[in-house]
């Protein structure tokens, strides 16, 4: 008799504790649906000119909602319209330690920049593996000239890159590809590359992959840029006796490059 009372009450007190978890996980289920609703109250309004955003928010281009100012120019597209992304600068999008840093990041070097008490149109040879006291200041303009002037010659370094996007591309962010539409630097700035550089092909390679070819890049021609008439120019050509030339036409064409059987240096 004892031992079946014993198993009543244990058994009593079992059903309380499944009713208790129960009730708890309805709970919170609940309150994981208050607060994504109430998330979605802030991040989505209907469209309204006269949309006022609270205190560390900033509205979308076009008034449709107001979003955190983390969430601005974070890599993400939170607006509607993507405003939150397509006005961001290079700057907006790297990580602070790569400012500075003696290597150039941005696709127009801003992140070089205005450092180390050089001006806002020039870059610093400071070399930070050496850590060189005579860093000397040297004009955007001069940057990929053909000429070094600085003595570590990063002045002449990343001056081929290949990109993933042949357009919109002024805040690209210096990644490096192993295959992409090619860009070439030239006196601080960048051009679409025609198709017959071979020479510049290997270099670009070499700087996005760190080692050498054991084969010639593959070059293709980007036809999409023919059926839109779109040209990108100037482009950047080298002539056969080797001097470099900037052409208002390429036949609206852009190199594509393929870096294949790469090589370890």
Same mark, same amino acid.
């Given at each position: 008799?004892?031992?079946?009372?014993?198993?009543?009450?244990?058994? =009593?007190?079992?059903?309380?504790?499944?009713?208790?978890?129960?009730?708890?996980?309805?709970?919170?289920?609940?309150?994981?649906?208050?607060?994504?609703?109430?998330?979605?109250?802030?991040?989505?309004?209907?469209?309204?000119?006269?949309?006022?955003?609270?205190?560390?928010?900033?509205?979308?281009?076009?008034?449709?909602?107001?979003?955190?100012?983390?969430?601005?120019?974070?890599?993400?597209?939170?607006?509607?319209?993507?405003?939150?992304?397509?006005?961001?600068?290079?700057?907006?999008?790297? +990580?602070?330690?790569?400012?500075?840093?003696?290597?150039?990041?941005?696709?127009?070097?801003?992140?070089?920049?205005?450092?180390?008490?050089?001006?806002?149109?020039?870059?610093?040879?400071?070399?930070?593996?050496?850590?060189?006291?005579?860093?000397?200041?040297?004009?955007?303009?001069?940057?990929?000239?053909?000429?070094?002037?600085?003595?570590?010659?990063?002045?002449?370094?990343?001056?081929?890159?290949?990109?993933?996007?042949?357009?919109?591309?002024?805040? =690209?962010?210096?990644?490096?590809?192993?295959?992409?539409?090619?860009?070439?630097?030239?006196?601080?700035?960048?051009?679409?590359?025609?198709?017959?550089?071979?020479?510049?092909?290997?270099?670009?390679?070499?700087?996005?992959?760190?080692?050498?070819?054991?084969?010639?890049?593959?070059?293709?021609?980007?036809?999409?840029?023919?059926?839109?008439?779109?040209?990108?120019?100037?482009?950047?050509?080298?002539?056969?006796?080797?001097?470099?030339?900037?052409?208002? +036409?390429?036949?609206?064409?852009?190199?594509? =490059?393929?870096?294949?059987?790469?090589?370890?240096?």
């Amino acid at each position: 008799m004892y031992k079946f009372t014993l198993f009543n009450n244990t058994f =009593v007190v079992f059903l309380i504790l499944l009713f208790v978890i129960d009730s708890l996980q309805r709970e919170m289920t609940s309150l994981g649906r208050i607060q994504k609703s109430l998330l979605n109250h802030d991040l989505h309004t209907t469209h309204n000119s006269e949309l006022e955003c609270k205190e560390d928010y900033v509205k979308c281009v076009n008034d449709s909602r107001c979003i955190p100012k983390f969430l601005w120019c974070n890599g993400e597209i939170d607006c509607a319209d993507g405003s939150d992304e397509e006005m961001c600068s290079c700057l907006d999008q790297i +990580d602070n330690n790569k400012i500075c840093d003696g290597r150039f990041d941005c696709f127009d070097g801003e992140d070089e920049l205005n450092c180390f008490g050089c001006g806002n149109n020039s870059f610093s040879c400071l070399d930070w593996t050496r850590r060189d006291p005579k860093g000397m200041c040297v004009s955007l303009s001069r940057r990929c000239d053909g000429v070094t002037q600085c003595s570590n010659k990063k002045d002449e370094l990343d001056c081929s890159i290949l990109t993933p996007s042949p357009v919109n591309h002024d805040t =690209v962010i210096n990644y490096k590809y192993k295959d992409g539409y090619f860009f070439k630097n030239w006196k601080g700035n960048w051009y679409p590359v025609c198709p017959e550089t071979q020479t510049w092909a290997s270099d670009a390679c070499l700087e996005g992959t760190g080692s050498l070819a054991s084969e010639p890049p593959t070059i293709t021609v980007n036809m999409n840029m023919k059926k839109e008439k779109r040209n990108l120019g100037p482009y950047i050509a080298m002539m056969p006796w080797g001097q470099v030339r900037l052409l208002n +036409d390429c036949f609206a064409e852009i190199a594509f =490059v393929l870096c294949t059987n790469q090589k370890k240096i």
